[in-house]
């Protein structure tokens, strides 16, 4: 069988994932694979017509195109991100359409799931039969039950693509909002005082609904906040994945371009952060999936830490969960707090006035008392991870990240607990006959002892 690796590592062949698609050379030498470096090669891929051409006669001639790449910043590369954007902007579609289809991801299973999800929709957009996905950790080839698992992966997609079963679409067609957006002038400004906001969007990729969205809430406030255009600003590559900002948070690009600087002085120093982006495709553009994929010289800190974040969004979000998820999981990660997500999917201009003035005005009132919502199982699940790591495994790439994870309390592993563990002494004793009947008996009290005990003191409070 003829199989198209499209490899989505900005390292081309020095890649770990490519390290389990040589496993499937090897284990299964009467198939075929073709890898193509796409995240690598992508400038030549846009500006050299005829190797964009050959390519797509390649998956033309393909049984089966398999999506194999590293995880970035909840989904892939953006240089991956900007082929799939080419498929359509240059009207490729039908070259994929009806081919076998399935994703092979490496990771440390941080938001992998939310990768998968964009891969299996782009392919479902392109009526491809997706067959599955396989995510596996960095490390796994290593071991002989993952290696077996990897195998019966392929034997899978071999089996479907043999036997051409039919697939079923998981996710649904997006639907464009309709709105035709014209805003009126806001009555009432909201004053902003002493708090900085600034707005991050990419003109490169506007549509005109955001445009006048941008313009609406720019000009509810008595003071104009302002705007850092990626378009404008200077990036000079993507993140070539290289870890040279694992020891110390250097970047090969420092002092190359704007990123760090944008980072540092732009969003760093403001109270609120709002991110104006039309939707493309399943996500945003690559331009400012380049843009979120550089900041990884921060490796694996908190970006936003404290801020308040929203977002203005145009495009069909409410089709697309997975986007909405990676948006609350990435304000999470970042120890910011997601004020809320306005996008033109509103019947009529009036609603969208209202409800960009009412943004407007709750984050103005969230930065003022510095509100931070608890973390839903996105953020408090994605920081064990993080913790873990940091600790464990990566601790030798990413020195910087294990310092500050010490320095700000981040290493909080519930063993180091001085009260859990005294705890932990009576476990033996509460099994004994009588004291196991009393404490079956008092769970249920003793699960919100302490919780009865704040609510007293407060009503005590209150009286005095
Ligand atoms: C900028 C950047 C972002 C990353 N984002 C994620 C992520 O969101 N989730 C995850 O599990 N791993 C993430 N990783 C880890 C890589 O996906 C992982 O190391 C992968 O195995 C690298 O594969 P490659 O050598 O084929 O490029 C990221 C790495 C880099 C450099």
Redesign the pocket.
């Known amino acids: 069988m003829n199989i198209l690796v499209l ?5 081309g062949d ?5 390290t389990y698609i040589k496993h499937l050379e090897i284990v299964f030498p009467e198939h075929r694979f073709q890898i193509r470096n796409i995240a690598q090669a992508i400038h030549r891929l846009e500006k050299d017509d005829g190797k964009f051409d050959a390519l797509m006669n390649e998956v033309r001639e393909c049984e089966v195109v398999l999506w194999a ?7 892939v ?1 953006a240089n991956y991100k900007r082929f799939i954007e080419l498929i359509f902007e240059r009207n490729q579609e039908a070259v994929f359409s009806g081919k076998y289809a399935a994703s092979l ?8 799931h939310t ?1 998968h999800n964009y891969i299996r929709g782009i392919s479902e957009d392109l009526r491809m039969n997706f067959v599955e996905s396989f995510s596996a950790e ?1 490390q796994d080839l290593m071991v002989p039950s993952e290696r077996q698992n990897l195998r019966v992966f392929m034997e899978n997609i071999v089996d479907a693509c043999q036997k051409q079963v039919v697939t079923t679409r998981v996710f649904p067609k997006l639907s464009q909002p309709v709105l035709n957006y014209q805003p009126a002038t806001p009555q009432k400004l909201t004053e902003l005082g002493k708090l900085s906001l600034v707005i991050v969007t990419d003109s490169g990729s506007m549509s005109d609904n955001l445009k006048n969205m941008l313009e609406r809430f720019r000009s509810s406030f008595t003071k104009t906040p302002e705007v850092v255009d990626l378009t404008t600003i200077k990036i000079a590559g993507g ?1 070539l ?1 290289c ?1 040279k900002c694992g020891m110390d948070n250097e970047c090969t690009y420092d002092g190359k371009d704007d990123v760090r600087t944008t980072y540092e002085e732009k969003l760093k120093k403001a109270d609120i952060v709002v991110f104006a982006l039309t939707m493309k495709d399943r996500y945003f553009s690559a331009r400012w999936k380049n843009f979120l ?4 010289y921060k490796t694996h800190q908190p970006g936003l830490p404290g801020k308040q974040i929203g977002y203005l969004i145009s495009g069909p979000l409410s089709y697309e969960q997975n986007l909405r998820q990676i948006l609350a999981a990435q304000a999470e990660t970042d120890q910011a707090n997601l004020v809320d997500i306005i996008t033109d999917e509103l019947t009529t201009s009036t609603d969208l006035d209202q409800a960009i003035s009412n943004f407007s005005e709750k984050l103005m009132r969230y930065a003022t008392i510095k509100v931070k919502k608890p973390k839903t199982f996105l953020g408090v699940g994605a920081a064990k ?1 993080f913790r873990d790591e940091m600790w464990g495994d990566l601790r030798l790439i990413f020195q910087a990240d294990y310092r500050y994870y010490k320095k700000h309390g981040m290493m909080d592993f519930p063993q180091s607990k001085f009260s859990t563990r005294l705890m932990h002494l009576f476990v033996p004793f509460l099994r004994l006959g009588p004291v196991k009947k009393q404490v079956q008996d008092k769970t249920k009290d003793m699960m919100h002892r302490s919780q009865d005990l704040v609510n007293k003191q407060e009503q005590e409070k209150r009286k005095k």
Do not use: E, Q, W
């Open positions: 490899n989505g590592s900005p390292k020095n890649s770990v994932t490519m790449f590293p995880l970035y910043f909840m989904l590369h991801s490496t990771s440390i299973h941080f938001y992998d990768a960095m993140c994945g870890m994929d550089r900041r990884f991870i």
